[in-house]
């Protein structure tokens, strides 16, 4: 399954200029995997390089990408989700323009409409961030 373009639309509820992901290559019940390319008119770019708000937010969308893609496979419409916690977060390089994010999401666990992942940014081979982040899905 790849989803790009406007079908990226179709999976989270953020829409331009904050869209912080432009491709799914790949999703299961478990793991996904997601990417952007960073571009210079992102929102999140300053001097060059993505800040590191631009890097939490394309984790939280990513991981907002692949509840979605569960959400389409099952039948649903994807639901709205909110960061309720960010831990061991280590940002490690802050992308530049022209650099293309693959990112790997995985659920560690979901009980009552939590679910906590865990995420891995790569630039190529190199990891620029890693985080567990909680996220709250609201109920229609």
């Known amino acids: 399954m790849i989803f790009k373009g406007e079908y990226i639309h179709q999976l989270i509820p953020q829409r331009p200029p904050i869209v912080m992901v432009d491709v799914v290559w790949s999703a ?6 997601a990417g952007l ?3 210079q008119d992102n929102i999140f770019v300053d ?9 939490i937010e394309h984790i939280a969308q990513s991981a907002a ?7 389409i496979l099952s039948g ?3 639901k709205l989700g909110f960061i309720g916690e960010i831990k061991d977060c280590c940002l490690s390089v802050l992308p530049e323009v022209g650099s ?7 659920l560690v ?9 865990s995420a891995e940014v790569r630039i190529g081979e190199t990891i620029a961030a890693t985080c567990l982040m909680k996220i709250f899905l609201k109920d229609d």
């Open 65 to 71: 990408a692949f509840a979605g893609c569960n959400n």
């Open 47 to 55: 001097d060059g390089k993505l800040r590191e708000a631009g890097l």
């Open 109 to 117: 666990t979901e009980i009552g409409g939590i679910r906590l992942i």
């Open 100 to 106: 293309e994010l693959r990112t790997h999401v995985r």
């Open 76 to 78: 649903e419409k994807p």
């Open 37 to 39: 390319t960073v571009r």
């Open 28 to 33: 299961s019940e478990t793991e996904a995997e």
